[in-house]
């Protein structure tokens, strides 16, 4: 989850979401998690960390916001804008219609859209790659005889990759 205050990244905002429900890659049920997890915290004393937004955009097309529409149905959500933005075409999708809105590409507000969604991809792959190699570098250490999880994360945080360590 990225967060834009004013047009501007606000990344001490930012949060990574555990998937912990799902299993395998499924982007729909994925995003009803994320967005169901995110909307249990309005009006808690988490609130003051995440803060209600005023609109959520979902990378994705039409399949992704139906997925979140429910959810937002789910939690009686109605004072959140919610849209959606599909890649290809670059569509912007809202709940206020079934067609899609292309917006001019060289309008402002869509380099705005993009620049969020593509932030949100920089950081959901760079969490990933993060966690994928730190996977894969301890599977292989645990191989080995002798060492254990604490000297594994010795090494990882010493050398940071299995090359390094190499």
Request: hydrophobic share 40%.
């Amino acid at each position: 989850m990225v967060v834009f205050v004013d047009g501007e990244a606000d990344r001490s905002s930012y949060r990574r979401f555990r998937i912990k429900t799902v299993e395998g890659a499924n982007d729909f049920a994925s995003l009803q998690e994320v967005l169901t997890r995110r909307l249990d915290k309005l009006g808690t004393n988490e609130e003051e960390k995440f803060p209600k937004p005023a609109l959520i955009i979902i990378d994705g097309g039409k399949g992704q916001l139906s997925a979140v529409k429910e959810i937002f149905a789910e939690k009686k959500v109605s004072d959140i804008e919610l849209v959606s933005l599909a890649k290809r075409e670059e569509e912007v999708f809202t709940l206020y219609s079934d067609e899609s809105i292309k917006i001019p590409h060289r309008d402002y507000s869509l380099k705005m859209l993009q620049r969020i969604r593509d932030e949100a991809h920089r950081f959901a792959i760079t969490y990933f790659r993060n966690n994928h190699s730190k996977r894969n570098l301890q599977s292989v250490l645990s191989e080995i005889d002798g060492v254990g999880k604490v000297r594994r994360m010795a090494l990882l945080n010493r050398f940071g990759t299995l090359n390094g360590i190499m």
